[in-house]
């Protein structure tokens, strides 16, 4: 089966750096993304990882550890339309298995 | 980039009607498509894998003859919930392969 896990709430400030974990456990493995979904729309996507490092993509980057079952997304130069829920997806057998997502709340 | 329409956005449907959606890939051929859904603040769940040709293949727990998938060309992939129920209701995306995984806008079904 499948197991990720990400924290459900986090808040930060504009300009700041917030950094959302996810943990994983599954019974294959073809690489990790990161999507970003506003209320009621689709996920858009962020970033891949399918080897060990970090990918940097302007304002985000994205860290995965495969042997540990771990990445992490990291958000720099918060701006408020950056509110919104992330979520970690694992595919396996090139099927996507998403975590709950983590909200993430920017303020002023 | 490759885009995927999904149409309707929003559909209102009574109880024990039958309601189709439809995912396009607009600009590419897609031979597989997943159908996921969504409740408020939950993650994506998959439903089914649509193959282009052949018959859909239902993840564990989900009904396929409630939710009957076509996929009858490359760039069309259609999810009918049938004897639709208000249970039923919740946000529905497909999304397809092609250049990675590319999501439709979603389809919000409401069964009063």
């Known amino acids: 089966g499948q197991n990720i896990d990400q924290p459900t709430e986090m808040t930060a400030t504009e300009g700041a750096i917030v950094q959302i974990n996810c943990t994983y456990q599954?019974?294959?493995?073809?690489?990790l993304f990161w999507y970003q979904q506003h209320a009621g729309e689709a996920p858009t996507f962020l970033s891949y990882?399918?080897?060990?490092g970090l990918e940097e993509k302007g304002r985000f980057s994205s860290f995965l550890s495969r042997s540990k079952g771990y990445s992490y997304l990291l958000l720099k130069e918060l701006q408020m339309k950056d509110s919104a829920s992330y979520l970690c997806a694992v595919s396996n057998d090139y099927k996507l298995s998403f975590g709950a997502g983590t909200t993430v709340t920017v303020r002023a | 980039g490759a885009v995927v329409s999904q149409h309707p956005s929003r559909v209102i449907c009574k109880s024990g009607t039958s309601v189709k959606i439809e995912c396009r890939s607009l600009d590419f051929q897609a031979t597989t498509m997943f159908w996921y859904r969504q409740f408020p603040k939950k993650s994506l769940m998959l439903m089914a894998t649509s193959n282009e040709g052949s018959k859909a293949t239902y993840e564990q727990g989900v009904e396929k003859d409630k939710f009957l998938i076509n996929h009858a060309s490359l760039t069309l992939s259609t999810l009918t919930v049938t004897s639709a129920h208000p249970e039923d209701s919740s946000f529905y995306i497909c999304s397809a392969t092609g250049d990675g995984y590319t999501f439709g806008s979603g389809t919000r079904l409401t069964v009063v």
């Open positions: 599954t019974s294959g493995f073809n690489g």
């Open positions: 990882n399918v080897l060990d």
